[in-house]
């Protein structure tokens, strides 16, 4: 959710596992279509600025004004991040394609970059079938439990696993819990994001340790499967866990339930899966953003150490201050009683503001430059979103029959000072995707979801993907651990939703 700028060279030093796979556009004659992207001028440049300076939410630790909360569980905002980091990478990471800040942070001499440059040139980092590549990596070198471990071959992931009894590595020893680090504190993981905030590194534990409880019983009930089968077994098990929770249970807290529902019955309508499967930009570098406007100012973390902010929980700031001697203070671990169920903190609001400390990511990174766009997470977004030429919010709206929203709509709240610049730049009828699709949600439906273009992209996107993967569970109907009601993870214990996943690691009662 958080991509620094210096965060492409930090992911090979500490040996992620990347992939090479598609980016392309749900809407490629709109893209191609100069009439339907953002001016291509300077002044364009100058109103995306105001407008990221207009998003700061006055949210303040311990003082939620009225109306600051919605009904989501906060749990939601990085599950949504797992998924983003599961399904897409190097969208904010700065390549020739995607770099839009110079040595100074700010913008540098920017144009629109012709859609099929972008296509052409721009890779995605992660496979976006959601199949938990960004946990299992490119699995294991396997070998028999007969054979003094000698391996015939290696793979870039054999770091991550117990060789004996490819367990995924996790540091539990003496009331820790936390992911497998080198000796300098770096996390042996997939995708180094999932350690760039508190929340997100504890929710990739939590998969690890649900994945070796699997495991655990499959080596407790023999069936007389070789370990390789059980690694696969196993790896498959929590991979349609995860699918399932990500549709019936992610996509229903965050998206219009109708459309949903829709698209589950009747298929993607406009991402056509039936063609070259690719992640689309309109979703990773646009939609699936929302979750940027979900994250809290604070959070209570357990009742141990109480609210932080959301700045001491990212980056360098949580590297520093959470660890002892490299590794995560027992005294940190996240109770999830305090983002999921009954006494969950809820998830802001989906809508156009975001927590004010996210402007000024310097604090986090000493990388980024202070007081720069690179530090401003909304006008980076804005920015990025330009130069990849998306369609603008009123273009794909006209495209999926919906009425845009006006022009009165999308400036409402907004200060004079920044309406005017916005205005006399024509970003108030040619709308960025990303702030349209959050301006959308506070409209139709009051933060509390997605409105319409918003959950169809997401909605559509998701499930598609699975749809398209034929080792998927909606693929897999007929296996005898997908129920009508979740996946049946091991005999008696079935997942539904997030709750149930993080119950079966050992993370909540």
């Known amino acids: 959710m958080l991509n620094h700028s210096n965060h492409f060279q930090g992911v090979l030093q500490s040996g992620e596992i990347l992939f090479e796979t598609d980016f392309g556009y749900i809407f490629n004659y709109l893209s191609c279509h100069k009439s339907h992207r953002l001016p291509a001028q300077n002044s364009t440049i100058r109103g995306l600025m105001a407008l990221g300076e207009a998003m700061a939410d006055p949210g303040e630790l311990n003082n939620e004004q009225p109306g600051f909360n919605s009904q989501i569980p906060a749990i939601y905002t990085y599950l949504g991040q797992f998924i983003d980091h599961d399904i897409t990478a190097r969208t904010d990471r700065e390549t020739s394609i995607s770099e839009i800040g110079g ?6 001499s920017l144009s629109p970059l012709n859609p099929n440059e972008v296509i052409e040139g721009l890779t995605n980092g992660r496979r976006p ?3 938990l590549d960004s946990v299992f990596g490119d699995g294991p070198a396997f070998a028999s439990e007969f054979d003094n471990e000698h391996y015939n071959y ?10 004996v009894s490819l367990d995924l590595k996790l540091n539990t020893a003496a009331n820790h819990f936390d992911l497998n680090r080198t000796a300098d504190g ?7 994001r999932n350690d760039e905030n508190l929340m ?12 070796n409880k699997i495991m655990h019983y499959l080596r407790q009930h023999p069936d007389g499967s070789e370990r390789e089968a059980r690694y696969s077994k196993a790896r498959r098990l929590l991979r349609w866990s995860y699918q399932y929770v990500v549709i019936h249970d992610y996509l229903n807290h965050v998206c219009d339930p109708a459309i949903v529902y829709d698209t589950m019955e009747n298929g993607p309508f406009y991402f056509l899966t039936d063609k070259k499967i690719f992640m689309p930009l309109e979703f990773s570098v646009a939609a699936f953003r929302f979750g940027h406007s979900m994250i809290r100012p604070f959070y209570l973390i357990n009742q141990t150490i109480g609210n932080k902010k959301i700045m001491d929980l990212l980056g360098e700031t949580f590297h520093n201050n959470f660890f002892t001697n490299q590794m995560l203070d027992p005294a940190n671990i ?13 998830a802001r609001k989906i809508d156009w503001r975001l927590a004010k400390g996210l402007f000024d990511l310097s604090a986090i990174d000493s990388a980024i430059p202070a007081k720069t766009m690179l530090a401003h997470l909304a006008q980076r977004n804005l920015i990025r979103g330009y130069k990849l030429s998306l369609p603008t919010g009123q273009a794909v709206a006209q495209a999926m029959g919906i009425n845009p929203l006006t022009e009165e709509q999308l400036l409402d709240g907004i200060s004079q000072p920044h309406k005017n610049i916005i205005k006399s730049t024509g970003l108030g009828c040619t709308s960025p995707l990303w702030f349209y699709v959050l301006k959308e949600a506070s409209i139709h439906n009051l933060g509390e979801r997605l409105g319409a273009v918003g959950s169809r992209l997401v909605a559509e996107t998701l499930i598609g993907l699975i ?7 909606l693929n897999n109907q007929h296996a005898p651990e997908v129920k009508n009601n979740g996946i049946e993870i091991v005999p008696g214990t079935l997942i539904s939703n997030i709750q149930d996943l993080l119950k079966f690691a050992g993370r909540i009662n």
Not at 103 to 108: K, S
Not at 186 to 192: E, G, N, V
Request: with cysteine; charged share 20%; glycine share 4%.
């Open 103 to 108: 040595y100074d942070g700010n913008p540098c």
């Open 186 to 192: 770096r996390a042996l993981i997939a995708d180094a």
């Open 334 to 346: 996240i109770d999830w009683n305090n983002f999921v169920g009954a006494t969950a903190q809820h």
């Open 467 to 473: 749809k398209t993967d034929k080792n998927s569970f």
């Open 200 to 211: 997100i590194s504890q929710l990739h534990a939590s998969f690890i340790a649900a994945y």
């Open 129 to 131: 079938q959601l199949d």
């Open 154 to 163: 290696e793979t870039k992931a054999d770091a991550l696993y117990n060789k």
